[in-house]
């Protein structure tokens, strides 16, 4: 049966919504906003630029370029897919140590940093598993029991060993996997990116489910649409205001087949391969800028953690952040700290 890909454009609704709201005004004399589209990361990758130094056409789409050439670079280095990244050299060494950039050793450490913390929750080398179900596939099939036991042998990101920039598996077949916190990782790079070298000082970058929000649009804040899960795109739960932001969303609608009645998605469970048994159809996380690697990996820890416990771990660790879940009846829970508006 063929799956769904809910990441491609997932959140082009955030466009939508902001977009309308911060537009200039006609007959000001500014120039208008640019946006380019392109596609890493198996995601389509949406950069507008509102206001920068020197703002005009050209100068945006120049600085809209170069980091579309930043995503390639991570893309090349951190992909598990693409042949001779970093992640491909260590998941074909055989355990083997395998020299990596500092780029990929800095992933890599905040993904056993937060498998420590969430005490093996979210864990970066569940792709054993994950290859079993291939989402990315036009057709899927159920691993057997017999194929998770053996993958699950596997999984255990404190097989990952580092020493110097040298990284290898503690165990040969172990596979690593970064999807639950590259695109976060990059999105904080491209911003530094633009506002460091191109003086951006007001713009959005989308890749997939990973949003930063750079500055506001004329002193005010953005508006960004929250997705209603398993909807056409167009349909929002609500929207929050955020300005020099990180939002990041992810769910079990993003990537999921059914099979024989049964919905299989891509959140899966380190401990057994399977998918999570989660109360959770979707959650958001919002957090300063600078800080979407975090709001990554956190929101696919809440996704398996469920509501209450997810609720309590976000509390305790991080106090600071926002958190808005959409639960199986579609009720919308967050933390006190989050401005929301729920859609009529």
């Not at 990973?210 to 005010?220: R, T």
Request: glycine share 10%.
């Amino acid at each position: 049966m063929r799956g769904n890909r809910r990441k491609i454009g997932s959140l082009l609704v955030i466009f939508c919504l902001t977009l309308g709201l911060a537009l200039p005004l006609a007959g000001c004399g500014k120039t208008e906003p640019v946006t380019k589209e392109s596609y890493y990361f198996d995601t389509v990758c949406d950069i507008t630029i509102y206001d920068m130094e020197g703002m005009s056409e050209d100068r945006a789409e120049k600085a809209i370029r170069g980091a579309f050439r930043q995503c390639s670079y991570y893309e090349d280095t951190l992909s598990k897919t693409v042949k001779g990244s970093d992640i491909w050299k260590i998941n074909h060494a055989a355990g083997k140590p395998v020299r990596v950039s500092d780029v990929t050793l800095e992933v890599l450490r905040d993904g056993i940093r937060f498998g420590d913390l969430t005490k093996g929750s979210f864990d970066i080398t569940v792709g054993k598993a994950e290859d079993l179900y291939d989402f990315h596939a036009e057709k899927h099939a159920v691993p057997t029991d017999r194929q998770l036991k053996q993958a699950v042998k596997y999984i255990d990101y404190r097989q990952i060993r580092i020493s110097g920039n040298r990284v290898s598996m503690g165990t040969a077949k172990g596979e690593v996997d970064l999807g639950g916190i590259a695109k976060g990782y990059i999105a904080d790079r491209v911003a530094r990116y633009l506002k460091q070298k191109w003086k951006v000082s007001s713009g959005i970058i989308s890749l997939g489910g990973n949003i930063v929000c750079i500055g506001s649009k004329n002193g005010e804040s953005f508006n960004v649409g929250i997705e209603r899960p398993f909807s056409d795109r167009s349909e929002i739960v609500g929207s929050t205001k955020v300005k020099d932001a990180t939002l990041v969303t992810s769910g079990v609608y993003e990537r999921y087949f059914r099979k024989n009645g049964k919905l299989y998605h891509h959140i899966l469970d380190p401990k057994t391969g399977r998918p999570v048994n989660t109360d959770i159809l979707g959650v958001t996380i919002v957090a300063p800028d600078g800080r979407s690697a975090n709001c990554d990996a956190l929101a696919t820890t809440c996704l398996i953690l469920g509501k209450q416990d997810a609720l309590r771990f976000m509390k305790k660790h991080f106090p600071s952040y926002k958190v808005l879940i959409v639960d199986r009846k579609y009720k919308v829970t967050k933390s006190k700290n989050m401005a929301f508006q729920p859609a009529d």
